[in-house]
Structure formats: structure tokens, C-alpha cells
């Protein structure tokens, strides 16, 4: 069964810590993406990679960064978290054509505290 | 500004029901839509999508509809079953750039069906 991973289902941390999301996929799909959820706002975008080592801005990039080292592994960082960016993060991926079906993991709760 | 809007943040419908959820756009270039499920403390999963080209797909007990002059597309569930009961999220390509595959979500809709 082909799938998205998320190392940490759930995470407490602290105002100023530092934040390592990781995402892995196994469908060697090139798209990774990473987008946080809130209530009453949606599904909102903060990065993705079409490809090792290439990432784009999404929508609310601000408090965070990206790294993609291999192809399979996609990893969101907040370099000094703060409590707005308490949320649940999602992982997802894609092959680049087509109806892009986007395969999302099971999610990260981060609480900032 | 909202591309894709999802106007009702919740419905309520009884089991063996219909259910429709509703979904407006802004943007006339998308050239196809998705529809994702979601339950609590999971990531979203792929229900049914539906092309541009087209007014109407179904997959069992879900049919999409889309009105492309109104810009509108709604999802039918009949009958509706308790464990429909999720957030249903409206989706459109972003098309940043090209091939991107990037997907832009409406604020979903949670849908409660009671037994």
C-alpha cells in the first residue's frame, strides 16, 4: 500500500524551538508539498518541491522553510516557533501531469506553547 | 482573495438521505475540480474529481456535478451512511507555472449524517 509518512503524529514545543516536520513517500512521486489546516481557514499552503533540492513559496511561507535532500523526503522546518504556528500539518505528494491527485499523510499536531 | 469557496461551513442530514455539498469559484481557467474526505486526526483522501469538459461523474454513491456558466460544482452522497460524516473539502489546481500540481482547498464543509 503505497503511502505518505510523517514521522510525528504529535509534537509539544516550546516559543523560540526549533521544529523539524519530516515527510516521507514511497510512490517515488516527484510534487511534495506541505500544508497546515485550521479550523475555518482550510487547507492552506506553506511550501512545495517539484523536485530534489528545488522548492517553491506557497501561501503562507512566512516562519518557515523547506529542505529536499532525496527525492522521497520532504522536511518542514520553523526555525523559531511561535504559538501561531500551532496547527496541523499535511504532507502531500503528486506525479507532475495529469489530474494531479494529491496523496497526503496522516498529519502532524504541533502545539507551540 | 478566495478562488475556491465552500460557503457552508456544516450540514446536517439523516441517514439514507441525500446529501449535497456545494462549492463556488472564481477562476474559469480550472480545468478540473477535486473533492477530498476528511476525518478527524487523518490527512484528506481522494474522493472523485471531475474535468471541465464535463457536467457530471459518478463513482458509486458519490456523483459530481459542475455548471461551469454558474461556476458552481456540487457533490452528491446517496444514500448518506454515518461514516460519511467528515469534512469534505472543494479543490482546483493552481497551475503555478505549468505542471506544478499544486491545489488550491475551500474551507470544507463538515457533514454529521445521523443514524
Known amino acids: 500500500d503505497v503511502k505518505v509518512t510523517q514521522s510525528s503524529r504529535y509534537l509539544v514545543k516550546r516559543t523560540g524551538e526549533k521544529v523539524f516536520l519530516e515527510c516521507v513517500q514511497d510512490?517515488?512521486?516527484?510534487?511534495m508539498f506541505w500544508y497546515r489546516q485550521d479550523p475555518g481557514l482550510g487547507l492552506r499552503l506553506i511550501y512545495f518541491?517539484?523536485?530534489?533540492?528545488?522548492?517553491e513559496k506557497g501561501d503562507i511561507p512566512e516562519g518557515y522553510s523547506v529542505s529536499r535532500e532525496k527525492k522521497e523526503r520532504f522536511s518542514l522546518i520553523l526555525e523559531s516557533a511561535s504559538t501561531n504556528q500551532t496547527s496541523m500539518y499535511l504532507c502531500?505528494?503528486?506525479?507532475?501531469?495529469?489530474?494531479?491527485?494529491?496523496?497526503f499523510g496522516a498529519g502532524s499536531r504541533l502545539t507551540v506553547l | 482573495d478566495q478562488q475556491v469557496k465552500q460557503n457552508s461551513p456544516s450540514l446536517s442530514v439523516q441517514e439514507g438521505r441525500i446529501s449535497i455539498l456545494n462549492c463556488d469559484y472564481t477562476?474559469?481557467?480550472?480545468?478540473?475540480f477535486l473533492w477530498y474526505k476528511k476525518y478527524p486526526a487523518e490527512g484528506p483522501t481522494f474522493l472523485i474529481s471531475?474535468?471541465?469538459?464535463?457536467d457530471k461523474n459518478e463513482d458509486g454513491r458519490f456523483t459530481v456535478f459542475l455548471n461551469k456558466s454558474a461556476k458552481h460544482l456540487s457533490l452528491h452522497i446517496v444514500p448518506s451512511q454515518p461514516g460519511d460524516s467528515a469534512v469534505y473539502f472543494c479543490?482546483?489546481?493552481?497551475?503555478?507555472?505549468?505542471?506544478?500540481?499544486?491545489?488550491?482547498f475551500g474551507k470544507g464543509t463538515k457533514l454529521s449524517v445521523k443514524p
Open positions: 502531500a505528494s503528486s506525479r507532475p501531469s495529469g489530474a494531479n491527485v494529491l496523496t
Open positions: 510512490m517515488d512521486h516527484e510534487n
Open positions: 518541491s517539484y523536485d530534489v533540492k528545488m522548492k
Open positions: 477562476n474559469s481557467m480550472f480545468d478540473y
Open positions: 471531475i474535468s471541465s469538459i464535463k
Open positions: 479543490a482546483a489546481p493552481a497551475g503555478y507555472g505549468g505542471s506544478q500540481g499544486n491545489l488550491i
